[in-house]
């Protein structure tokens, strides 16, 4: 996963959580069961919210509330912070959903980022990281997500179907067909409709 060196670099909140969805998309067809994804994405998670996560199988993770607020996340990828239960008071309250929600256990991350829909940048804590694990990958979107793909599952994926898939956040049977030929669209309906929400 790419580290992203600053955390003004991130896409905006909508661009973030299209981001998000598109990955959770390919990841879906390429990996029909969800425990062995690396991106989900939860378009109903609770009214007016979704969450989009990201976890590697062996304790790091990533995650990101999105609410009518804004957004906020975090990532462990390593030692997770002291004194995190400091963290709530950096936090705008806001985003108390997020901070109070047990499948997001706070209690372990190694930074936290935020961004209301009323601010021009996405803040960090701590902001003193020379980089930020996994937000680089969340960034630079879909060549990230192929190339990282392709060395996951060690076989090429089309380039042009990734793109469509991810930019257009639809996926069609011959979509599938060239992801991943042993699976029909008919087998990804609930899949979807989870991911884009609705």
Known sequence: MEALRSIIDLPNIDGLRRNMQGMALLDAVIMPEWEHRYFSFDGNWSKGEMMGSVRDGLGAECFIHFTKFGAVGKVLSGPSLPNVSDIPKRIP??????????????????????????????????????????????????????????????????ARVVESVYSGLRVTEGDVVELNPAIRLGDLQDDICGILGG
């Open 93 to 158: 309250e806001g985003f108390s959903g997020f901070v109070d929600e047990p499948a997001f256990n706070v209690s372990e991350a190694s930074f936290f980022f935020w961004r209301r829909y009323s601010d021009d940048y996405w803040s960090v804590y701590p902001d003193n990281l020379d980089e930020y694990d996994w937000l680089g990958t969340l960034k630079n979107g879909c060549l990230s997500y192929r190339l990282w793909a392709e060395s996951y599952y060690e076989r090429s994926f089309p």
